[in-house]
Structures are given as structure tokens and as C-alpha cells.
């Protein structure tokens, strides 16, 4: 305090702010650790329940921020600062903030929170908006410190009593937030009322993005289910190529084979919409006349993994037609084709014709000169 010429007393916000920043450049490090290991704590719980998110990210207060932060004057007050012990009364000298693609992960996330750390604090911002029927920067804020099993192990011991801040929002709630905070809270003057309409008009459309993504995502999960369940059945007519349908498919027909990658089946699903298939009917009907294995041993001279096994079907249900189709046309390609129709005609497989465009049944005893050079 100074003593003004009137005999009042005055605050030296400036000397409040240095002090503040001397004191927190002592301890910033450690604080940096403890964001780095709330970090990975979420990291490894979020990944172990499967949960796909856009980033978790890590940070202790820069220096500058936290003098700036502590030089903040009173709401109630203004001539006092709003934080009298600033390295004990400001929560986020460590920050994590995680950031979802959808809005149902934010509550996923929030399970994996409550579960690895203790919760001194949750504030929900969308509930706050929506209970105020206005529109505006969404998240969900929560104070925490490490549970007293963690911080009794020597790699966390440290960081006992010290409290982080966690953010959880989505990628469209996130870009809002930045923006709005580059924009409006940044600038010298008053937001333009046309820029705030303007504003309040695009958290509307983030919003209603948001919904449609998670809508989106919802009917991709019951179309998959559906898809499935159809497989299972035997009802395939109704089922449209799609990877994850193929796989249901093949794992029936032929067996699990974990050793496939989800670009195998992204590839052989597009395969098989370019060779004309519309839907597993089809598909079935070009197949079901061969046995995988045996295929497979003769072109390839042992057993094959699912996909290529499948390939072989297809070779052998289609014949000709199936390098008219391919998407490769190089001369390699054309003649590697024509040798392995040749070895299953040797071996006695009777090769077809099958085209699932023409909805013709599958015609057996095709020849060599289908594969046109």
C-alpha cells in the first residue's frame, strides 16, 4: 500500500503483480509435471475404455498470464486485487484440457474424470447457456487433485495438494471458444453489435453442427448394428457393401481372422462395389459354389488370410469378368490373372462367369481368352 496526497491508501497492483510471478517462477515446474501427469492419467483411462477423442492437452500458466491474472483488481473492490495470495488462490496454474469429436464423448470423458481423479469442483457451461436460453462458449470445468492411492505412490507424491483445472469440450465447441476469446475478449473497444448478432447467429449453426455430427454418428452405429444382424440372418439382400458389413460377412461364412486390417476390408469393399456388387446376395451367390481353403491351396499353394481367400472366390466365381472389372489394367496384373484361373482350371474347379450387374446366376466353364489382353 502507498499513501496517497489525500491521506488514502493506495494499492501497488504492479509490485502485487511482480511479486506474484517471483513467487510462481519458483514452483512453475512443478506444476508443469503435475499437468504432464494428470495428462497421461486421462490419456491412458480414455484410451483404455476405447473412447476416441481429438487431443488432450497439457500446460502450466505462462508467467505473464499468472501476473496478469493476479493483478486483476476486485469485483467488489476495485481498489484491492481479486487475488490477495495468488499462487494459492489461482486453480489453473495447471490445465488439461480435452477435446472430443462428439458431444456424447464429453460425458464418457467426464466417467474416466470421476474415476481416476478426485472432483473438488465440475461446473457444466452448457447447462449455464441453456438454463439462460442464450448462446456462447460451451464446456464442462472441473478442479481436481490427484487421489490420496496415486499420490501415496513416489512418482505422484509431490503433487499432493496441488489442484489442476480440466476442460472438456468438442472440436466445434472449442473452435467457438477460441474465437470468441481472440475476438471478443481481446480487443481494446466493445464488441460491435453487428459482430455480437453475427456471433449469437453462429453458435446457433455450431450447435445445431454438433447435434447432426453426433446424430450422424448415431445412425452410422445402428446402421452397422443393422447390418450385422441382417448378416446373421441371412438376410442379404438388404445389405449394402460397406467394410464393416463385409467383415460381419466373411466372419461367418469363413471365420474370425484378427489379423486383418481395417484398410483390407476399406479396399475389398470397394473392390467389390467396382466389380458391380451391390449387395451380399450377390456376393454370396458368386462364392457359395467353392470352398475358401481349397482355392485358396491351389492358387496360392497354402492357406491363405480371410480377405485373400475371399479374393480367390471371387476369381473363381467370375472368371474373365473379374480382371474386366479390377481396378488394375497393367499387363502384370492381366497375366497373373490368367494364371490363376488356369491353376484352378487344372485342378478341376469349374470357373465361372458371374456378373452381379446382369442379376444372372453364376455360368460356369469360362475360358482363358476372358481375360482379354
Not at 504432464?36 to 491412458?44: G, K, Q, Y
Not at 501415496?152 to 495438494?161: C, M, T
Not at 457393401?241 to 461367418?252: E, S
Not at 466389380?275 to 496360392?300: H, K, M, T
Amino acid at each position: 500500500m502507498d499513501n496517497r496526497s489525500d491521506g488514502t491508501r493506495h494499492f501497488d497492483f504492479e509490485v502485487h503483480r511482480q511479486q506474484a510471478i517471483d513467487a510462481y517462477a519458483k514452483v512453475r515446474s512443478k506444476y508443469q509435471d503435475f499437468a504432464f501427469a494428470v495428462r497421461n492419467i486421462l490419456r491412458e483411462a480414455i484410451e483404455r475404455k476405447g473412447l476416441k477423442v481429438h487431443s488432450i492437452e497439457a500446460r502450466a500458466k505462462s508467467l505473464d498470464s499468472f501476473g496478469n491474472k493476479a493483478a486483476r483488481p476486485s469485483e467488489e473492490d476495485p481498489n484491492l486485487p481479486r487475488y490477495k495470495n495468488p499462487l494459492r488462490e489461482v486453480t489453473d496454474l495447471a490445465a488439461v484440457r480435452v477435446i472430443t469429436f462428439f458431444p456424447r464423448t464429453v460425458g464418457d470423458v467426464d466417467i474416466s474424470i470421476r474415476e481416476q481423479l478426485h472432483v473438488l469442483e465440475r461446473v457444466d457451461h452448457t447447462q449455464v447457456l441453456e438454463r439462460e436460453e442464450r448462446f456462447g462458449y460451451k464446456s464442462v470445468h472441473y478442479l481436481i487433485e490427484l487421489k490420496g492411492d496415486r499420490t501415496r505412490l513416489p512418482e505422484y507424491e509431490r503433487f499432493a495438494g496441488l489442484v489442476a483445472e480440466v476442460q472438456v469440450r468438442t472440436v466445434l465447441q472449442h473452435a467457438w471458444a477460441e474465437i470468441e476469446h481472440d475476438i471478443q475478449y481481446k480487443s481494446s473497444i466493445t464488441i460491435p453489435t453487428e459482430i455480437r448478432r453475427r456471433f449469437v447467429a453462429l453458435a446457433g449453426m455450431l450447435e445445431i453442427a454438433d447435434r447432426e455430427f453426433q446424430g450422424i454418428q448415431d445412425a452410422d452405429l445402428e446402421f452397422r448394428e443393422q447390418a450385422r444382424r441382417s448378416v446373421q440372418k441371412g438376410e442379404l439382400e438388404d445389405v449394402e457393401i460397406t467394410p464393416d458389413a463385409l467383415r460381419a460377412y466373411l466372419d461367418k461364412k469363413f471365420g474370425s481372422d484378427y489379423r486383418i486390417s481395417p484398410f483390407s476390408y476399406e479396399y475389398t469393399a470397394r473392390l467389390l462395389r467396382k466389380l458391380g456388387f451391390a449387395n451380399f446376395r450377390q456376393v454370396d451367390e458368386c462364392v457359395s459354389p467353392y470352398d475358401d481353403d481349397e482355392a485358396s491351396r491351389i492358387v496360392y499353394g497354402g492357406r491363405q488370410g480371410q480377405t485373400t481367400r475371399f479374393e480367390c472366390l471371387l476369381l473363381a466365381g467370375m472368371g474373365g469378368e473379374f480382371f474386366k472389372r479390377h481396378f488394375w489394367k497393367d499387363d502384370w496384373y492381366r497375366d497373373a490373372v490368367q494364371q490363376r484361373l488356369q491353376k484352378l482350371r487344372d485342378a478341376g474347379i469349374p470357373v465361372g462367369s458371374y456378373c452381379p450387374d446382369r442379376a444372372s446366376p453364376t455360368e460356369l466353364g469360362s475360358t482363358a481368352s476372358d481375360v482379354e489382353p
